[in-house]
């Protein structure tokens, strides 16, 4: 299935013990959260419609990597505000993978949201290292969905003085 990526809101009453324990703060069935089938399930068919609103969650399924590249610092440049929402790796080990998992407290969040703000197709466009093909403009029309995902999820948070938790896995 992939390493795919989901955030869910919290409430900033909820920032200590969201810091302390993210985890609790996650879905024990984010997958179904996003694609919208009953949790737990075994056999059941998507609605592809997720689920939790999208105030409260945001998934990104695997433009999350491609999210993390575009805002990580590059030679001679910081890392961009929003990286602090990318950020992390899974370990890899001979079974599958460890998850990553943080939080991010309300105040961190405009910062985060105004970085995303300044990013549209354009600069996708122009940042993006793939060579001119057809993949390419599949590849845009996917980041450029999952960007927009993004950038409405943190502006919503900034708007309800919220925070977030991120699991990558």
């Not at 810091?19 to 996650?26: E, S, W």
């Not at 945001?58 to 610092?73: E, G």
């Not at 970085?115 to 996708?124: G, P, V």
């Not at 403009?137 to 991120?166: I, K, N, P, Q, W």
Request: proline share 7%; glycine share 6%.
């Amino acid at each position: 299935m992939g390493i795919r990526y989901y955030a869910y809101a919290f409430d900033p009453q909820n920032a200590d013990l969201a810091v302390a324990d993210p985890d609790g703060f996650i879905s024990a069935d984010p997958l179904a959260d996003a694609w919208g089938f009953p949790h737990g399930a075994e056999s059941a068919s998507p609605t592809f419609e997720q689920a939790v609103p999208p105030r409260d969650m945001l998934y990104l399924d695997k433009a999350w990597s491609a999210f993390q590249s575009l805002t990580r610092a590059a030679e001679g440049h910081s890392a961009r505000p929003s990286f602090r929402m990318f950020e992390g790796a899974v370990v890899q080990h001979a079974y599958g993978w460890e998850r990553f998992v943080r939080a991010l407290v309300p105040e961190e969040m405009p910062a985060i949201a105004a970085d995303l703000a300044d990013m549209d197709q354009d600069w996708l466009e122009r940042h993006l290292c793939v060579p001119p093909q057809r993949d390419s403009d599949e590849e845009l029309e996917y980041l450029t969905e999952f960007l927009g995902r993004a950038r409405r999820f943190t502006a919503s948070l900034v708007e309800d003085g919220r925070g977030m938790v991120y699991m990558i896995g």
